[in-house]
């Protein structure tokens, strides 16, 4: 069984070879780690290929810039079985890829908790999931998504069912992959933390409730809740009618 790490950069030179290096000590030798670098001005992708190991697959975003095409990038030259999301500047925790492989055994997607921390890696919340009170539930996740991709690992199938990924730029790309597991298969959240999730300026989501997450106006919040509950309606219809065939 082949594992990829999804992990999209983006003048990231502070902390990314710490999150590398996290990664490459637990992940197997036929592994890889898919990286997408949207662009970097730094030297990112100087302390990437310094690294020099063969399990580490560079690509560059040619295409639209961004967050969520830049992961969508990596996400499409996946070929494990199992795949991992991951951000530029966390540290995984150790035991955090056996713990997720062996239950992704019996699921189709886990969410591991994560311990919050401030840019030198200081404890700032020992419990992501108290922040949001993190689980299952698609309506639930639509108000106030508890799916951040860096906590999430899923098996091909998931990833085959997300793909073609939304058009629209609302639809986050972690809430749908969550959401689509939801509708296919099994998802499982587990309460211990295998991850630092590091908060620093450059961090690109923001913590907070419904109204203080991000600085755009209300009605756009909203707007986006309705689009991707839209969009899973759509996929939960098409999955049953499949299933009926």
């Given at each position: 069984?082949?594992?990829?790490?999804?992990?999209?950069?983006?003048?990231?030179?502070?902390?990314?070879?710490?999150?590398?290096?996290?990664?490459?000590?637990?992940?197997?030798?036929?592994?890889?780690?898919?990286?997408?670098?949207?662009?970097?001005?730094?030297?990112?992708?100087?302390?990437?290929?310094?690294?020099?190991?063969?399990?580490?697959?560079i690509l560059i975003n040619k295409g639209e810039r961004g967050y969520t095409p830049n992961f969508q990038n990596a996400l499409k030259e996946a070929s494990g079985d199992i795949i991992f999301i991951s951000d530029q500047d966390d540290v995984w925790l150790p035991g955090k890829y056996d713990v997720m492989v062996e239950n992704l055994k019996t699921n189709d997607l886990v969410v591991t908790n994560s311990m919050v921390t401030d840019e030198v890696l200081n404890v700032t919340n020992q419990s992501f999931f108290t922040i949001y009170n993190s689980g299952t539930g698609i309506i639930k996740n639509i108000v106030c998504s508890t799916y951040y991709?860096?906590?999430?690992?899923?098996?091909?199938?998931?990833?085959?069912?997300?793909?073609?990924?939304?058009?629209?730029?609302?639809?986050?790309?972690?809430?749908?992959?969550?959401?689509?597991?939801?509708?296919?298969?099994?998802?499982?959240?587990?309460?211990?933390?295998?991850?630092?999730?590091?908060?620093?300026?450059?961090?690109?989501?923001?913590?907070?409730?419904?109204?203080?997450?991000?600085?755009?106006?209300?009605?756009?919040?909203?707007?986006?809740?309705?689009?991707?509950?839209?969009?899973?309606?759509?996929?939960?219809v098409k999955y049953k009618l499949s299933k009926k065939m």
């Open positions: 069984m082949k594992i990829s790490i999804c992990l999209a950069t983006y003048n990231g030179e502070k902390f990314i070879f710490e999150q590398i290096d996290s990664i490459l000590n637990q992940i197997g030798q036929h592994d890889e780690i898919i990286v997408s670098d949207d662009g970097s001005t730094d030297k990112t992708l100087e302390i990437i290929r310094n690294i020099n190991d063969d399990r580490i697959k991709g860096c906590c999430m690992a899923f098996t091909k199938r998931i990833l085959n069912y997300s793909m073609p990924f939304p058009k629209n730029k609302e639809v986050s790309i972690d809430l749908w992959i969550g959401l689509v597991a939801e509708v296919v298969g099994k998802v499982k959240f587990i309460e211990k933390p295998y991850l630092l999730y590091r908060r620093s300026d450059n961090t690109v989501t923001q913590l907070g409730s419904l109204l203080s997450r991000s600085d755009r106006p209300f009605h756009m919040k909203i707007y986006k809740r309705m689009v991707t509950l839209f969009a899973v309606s759509k996929l939960a």
